[in-house]
């Protein structure tokens, strides 16, 4: 582990309701390639992920999480387990091996917002 890393991980561990720590952490982890480490650090995050049991990939919810590999193959792809951040939610995907886990990340978590800027707005239009 490097020393960044290391030392946002004692900032988090001082400040463990900065949602942007976290994800600044999570990230890191999971760039520097220490995916295992990273499920420790979105645990309190709310998990928006739902049970999917017939996708034919491991299910990314909550209660399946801890048991899904980081890697999985169906149909002959090869996917990594990934994640986006928005506050203190947390999206968990799949996604193909070889594609820029940045990229992706970065448009799902544009996707992730936007989605839930329009289900605030519906609920305040509805309040």
Known sequence: MGDAIRS?????QASPGDAELRRRV???LDAAGQRDDVGPVLEPLVNLT???DDAG???LCKKCL??????AEAGDMRFTRSFAIA?????HFWMLSDLDRVAVRASVT???VERLAAVKAKKKEKA
């Open 110 to 112: 544009r996707a992730l």
């Open 50 to 52: 739902g049970h999917d």
């Open 8 to 12: 946002l991980l004692v900032k988090l």
């Open 26 to 28: 999570a990230e890191a």
């Open 66 to 71: 801890h048991a899904a590999p980081v890697v």
């Open 57 to 59: 990939l491991p299910c």
């Open 87 to 91: 506050g203190t939610r947390v999206l």
